[in-house]
């Protein structure tokens, strides 16, 4: 199966800033929806921020104001801003796809720890 692959996890201190970027599989002209979810040790994987293909975005509370998605299409990529990263930001983030061409597709994750 051909996943997506996300990519710019990492370790920051609190108050700083991580850009995750996610390179859909397939065709990205097909893409008619984008989301990043995010699940932390002992909980459930959570939708944080989605985009559709009027540009239209939606962000769960605790990262609005925070995190920014976007796509950019001259380079087939999805983006996730993060700034004034916190220690609960802690968790595997994943990219979620929808196509029109190859269904839904996810990434395997990226590792983002926020700690002092």
């Known amino acids: 199966q051909v996943r997506n692959v996300e990519s710019g996890g990492g370790l920051v201190q609190p108050g700083g800033s991580l850009r995750l970027s996610c390179i859909p599989s397939?065709?990205?002209?097909?893409?008619?929806?984008a989301a990043w979810h995010r699940q932390a040790p002992g909980k459930a994987r959570e939708l944080i921020a989605s985009?559709?293909?009027?540009?239209?975005?939606n962000y769960e509370d605790s990262v609005k104001g925070r995190f920014t998605i976007s796509r950019d299409s001259a380079n087939a990529v999805v983006w996730l801003q993060m700034d004034n990263l916190k220690s609960e930001d802690t968790a595997v983030y994943y990219c979620?796809?929808?196509?029109?061409?190859?269904?839904?597709?996810w990434g395997q994750g990226t590792q983002v720890t926020v700690s002092s």
């Open positions: 979620e796809t929808r196509s029109i061409h190859s269904g839904t597709s």
């Open positions: 397939g065709s990205f002209s097909g893409i008619y929806f």
């Open positions: 985009i559709d293909s009027t540009e239209t975005t």
